[in-house]
């Protein structure tokens, strides 16, 4: 079982940075794949970034390739987003989702089997 708790969203200004932090909890954390998405208000949730286990092995959307950095702590049992050069249509509810793989650098884009609750990103214009 793993549970997941997303924070650091906010609002900000256009061109301006934020962190997105996805702490977990439960021991088949380091074991997962976690991922982050976002929905935009009157839109369809869609990928942003994935990260393996091990955090060897990244993906990220080609909307956000270059601005946004998925990294993780398995120490600290926590996923970050680094999100730079932000944009107002980056404005979205963001959630971070785990699936538990076979493989530590194994990449899960779907079918992911905990979610968090969300946080909230408003870039101003």
């Known amino acids: 079982q793993v549970q997941l708790v997303e924070s650091g969203g906010g609002l900000v200004q256009a061109g301006a940075s934020l962190r997105l932090s996805c702490a977990a909890s439960?021991?088949?954390?380091?074991?997962?794949?976690v991922a982050w998405f976002r929905q935009a208000p009157g839109k369809e949730r869609e990928f942003v970034a994935a990260?393996?286990?091990?955090?060897?092995?990244?993906n990220h959307a080609d909307s956000v390739k270059g601005r946004f950095t998925i990294s993780r702590d398995n120490a600290k049992n926590t996923v970050y987003l680094q999100m730079n050069s932000l944009k107002p249509e980056d404005t979205a509810v963001y959630y971070c989702a785990a699936k538990i793989t076979s493989y530590s650098d194994t990449l899960a884009f779907g079918g992911m089997h905990y979610w968090g609750k969300g946080t909230l990103v408003t870039v101003s214009s």
């Open positions: 990260i393996s286990g091990s955090g060897r092995n990244t």
């Open positions: 439960g021991r088949a954390f380091s074991s997962s794949s």
